[in-house]
């Protein structure tokens, strides 16, 4: 099971970016998909989950209309669409897997079941 979490990089605050999450040796199509961040000194956080079947998501108050996830199972991959970016929004981005198929409040919280490698994403203003 890996999750590889790709497209961060440095762009200016209002500037856009699309992160990536591929999945390799099983199909993303039953598990719930979340995007978490880390800034350094500061917890990671939830910022966007999407349900297994799509029909439900999540995003954080901070990036609510700013952020859109979505996912297309036919390639096993999940995006992150950022638009409007901040210096706030500066962050270690990790993509992850939860075997419960909703955007549980316990695994927003706590965190999903299979991680991968994280995708720098640095807003300058």
């Known amino acids: 099971v890996q999750l590889q979490a790709s497209g961060g990089g440095l762009v200016q605050a209002g500037g856009s970016l699309r992160l990536s999450c591929a999945a390799s040796?099983?199909?993303?199509?039953?598990?719930?998909i979340g995007w978490f961040r880390q800034a350094p000194g500061k917890e990671r956080e939830a910022v966007s989950c999407?349900?297994?079947?799509?029909?439900?998501?999540y995003y954080a108050d901070s990036v609510k209309g700013r952020f859109t996830i979505s996912r297309d199972n036919a390639v096993n991959t999940v995006y992150l669409q950022m638009n409007r970016l901040k210096p706030e929004d500066t962050a270690v981005y990790y993509c992850?897997?939860?075997?419960?198929?909703?955007?549980?409040?316990?695994?927003?919280?706590?965190?999903?079941?299979?991680w991968g490698k994280g995708t720098q994403v640095t807003v300058s203003s």
């Open positions: 992850a897997a939860d075997t419960n198929p909703g955007c549980s409040d316990y695994a927003l919280t706590y965190g999903m079941d299979y």
């Open positions: 040796g099983f199909t993303l199509d039953y598990f719930a």
């Open positions: 999407i349900s297994s079947s799509g029909g439900s998501t």
